[in-house]
């Protein structure tokens, strides 16, 4: 696997990730829930100012992505057939080279993201009962624990 800049041309791909992963992964969110945040998504994937980053198979083909803010993880998304393999991993550590110690908010309704972000070092420092757009799924607040 391998990471490269996102490209204007990768977007359709991308949201296609996105959609299958949240659906997989986010068995909190009902479909209208996934359909209202399609428009903000599409946006963001669309966005000269976002900072996306794509993990692909091979040279081309997008199996997932990470979008940063700083050192905030934004977004880290992995197609269904290809979780598990190491790619979460790679884009964490990926990040990490580029803005040093990461801080992520997570959905607290997805206990295997929080896992994984555990695993990867990570720890609470906080929480919100409600999302940034004040709906209600609650966030956890992390931060890397730098030894």
Known sequence: MRIRPSTPTD???LLDIWLRSVRATHTFLTES???SLLPAVRDY???????LWTLCSDQVMPVGFMGL???NVESLFVAPEHARRGGGRLLLEHARKLKGAL??????????A????????FRMIGRSAVDGAGRPFPL???REVVT
């Open 140 to 142: 956890l607040h992390l």
């Open 114 to 121: 929080v896992r994984f972000y555990e695993a990867n070092g």
């Open 69 to 71: 803010a700083d050192n």
């Open 33 to 35: 829930d996934i359909e």
């Open 103 to 112: 801080r992520v908010d997570v959905n607290e309704q997805n206990p295997e």
């Open 11 to 13: 977007r359709d791909a």
């Open 45 to 51: 994937l669309s966005s000269p100012d976002s900072e």
